[in-house]
């Protein structure tokens, strides 16, 4: 597709139950990040990719969350054992590379509701 | 660590009035900073990046001013619309790759 793609663009589930959160980046994009958003704030950094090299998780708020992403397409963000805290906006962006000036392009989220 | 502040108060223009935004940070310069616009129940969209070499980035009505020595980034929004109206976030490179953002200025343009 034209830009980053995420779904489910709504996810309501209980507290306790895992959840996998999906990203497409655009085609040809190497760099691909993660974001959470809490409401009216701004956006906190979770983990990126770039390339075959090691992901940076240094983001990752807990050892709950956990993310993978095959070569350079397809990224899924995992969070087991929702608690309700876990509430937010989960932002995927890529970018063409990693390097510097780079602008990063956004999907529109995920947004997860822990009942 | 590095602190990023945007005025949390909405900014409420008149239509065709200049909006000002600013964005403040603490200790490290970056090595660039970016603007970015976030509609509600969307993701940002990139408007413009400075580097840190430079003082002024212009893009049809929008220009972006970087000065290291007060620390801070101001965006200007000419002849203000009120399809302008949104958030505006920056965020900022501080030679670590990664971006650390603001929490935004919300923008509502008045006809």
């Known amino acids: 597709g034209a830009g980053v793609s995420q779904s489910p663009s709504n996810k309501v589930t209980e507290k306790g139950k895992d959840v996998e959160l999906r990203c497409d980046p655009i085609?040809?994009?190497?760099?691909l990040y993660w974001y959470r958003q809490r409401l009216g704030q701004g956006l906190e950094f979770l983990i990126y990719f770039q390339g075959n090299s090691a992901p940076d998780k240094s983001g990752l708020p807990s050892d709950r969350f956990s993310a993978e992403r095959t070569g350079e397409s397809v990224s899924t963000l995992t969070i087991q054992r929702t608690q309700q805290e876990d509430s937010a906006v989960y932002l995927c962006?890529?970018?063409?590379?990693?390097?510097?000036?780079?602008?990063?392009?956004f999907g529109d989220g995920t947004r997860l509701s822990i009942l | 660590s590095q602190k990023i502040e945007q005025n949390s108060e909405a900014l409420n223009i008149q239509e065709g009035k200049t909006a000002t935004l600013t964005c403040n940070y603490t200790n490290y310069s970056p090595a660039y900073l970016q603007w970015y616009r976030q509609d509600p129940g969307r993701g940002p969209v990139f408007l413009l990046l400075i580097r840190e070499n430079e003082k002024e980035k212009r893009k049809e009505r929008l220009k972006v001013t970087f000065d290291t020595t007060l620390k801070q980034s101001l965006f200007h929004i000419t002849a203000s619309q009120p399809a302008d109206s949104a958030t505006y976030l920056c965020a900022l490179d501080f030679n670590t790759g990664k971006l650390i953002f603001g929490q935004g200025t919300t923008l509502q343009v008045k006809p």
């Open positions: 962006a890529s970018s063409l590379t990693r390097g510097k000036y780079q602008p990063q392009h």
């Open positions: 085609s040809g994009h190497t760099a």
